[in-house]
Nanobody, 125 residues
Framework: QVQLVESGGGSVQPGGSLNLSCATS????????MGWFRQAPGKEREGVAS????????YYADSVKGRFTISQDNAKNTVYLQMNSLKPEDTAMYYC??????????????????WGQGAQVTVSS
């Protein structure tokens, strides 16, 4: 059974930072695409960033480029999403996702088969 355990959500003022973590098993993590998605109330799920765990190549949504950074820790089978310069429009439930194996093909949900429970991020003054 694939498990993705997220942590690090919370509330922050505009301009602030948060770091999300997603830990999983070695089998799920190795040679796979790991991604972050978000969904705000009343909106469709949006791909935020993805990373291929071999080599670390990344994709980002235009809305977060230059502000968010996805990274990996191979020793811990964990991916992170560092979110800086947060805006109210970043408020959403953030989900970690794992692919079916192999490289990333962007950040489209169809390429991801396993999902975490979600972490709430709220940006408000």
């Amino acid at each position: 059974q694939v498990q993705l355990v997220e942590s690090g959500g919370g509330s922050v003022q505009p301009g602030g930072s948060l770091n999300l973590s997603c830990a999983t098993s070695r089998d799920t993590y190795s040679n796979n695409c790991m991604g972050w998605f978000r969904q705000a109330p009343g909106k469709e799920r949006e791909g935020v960033a993805s990373i291929y765990t071999i080599g670390g190549s990344t994709y980002y949504a235009d809305s977060v480029k230059g502000r968010f950074t996805i990274s990996q820790d191979n020793a811990k089978n964990t991916v992170y999403l560092q979110m800086n310069s947060l805006k109210p429009e970043d408020t959403a439930m953030y989900y970690c996702a794992a692919g079916y194996g192999g490289r990333c093909w962007g950040i489209q949900a169809m390429h991801f088969g396993y999902w975490g429970q979600g972490a709430q991020v709220t940006v408000s003054s």
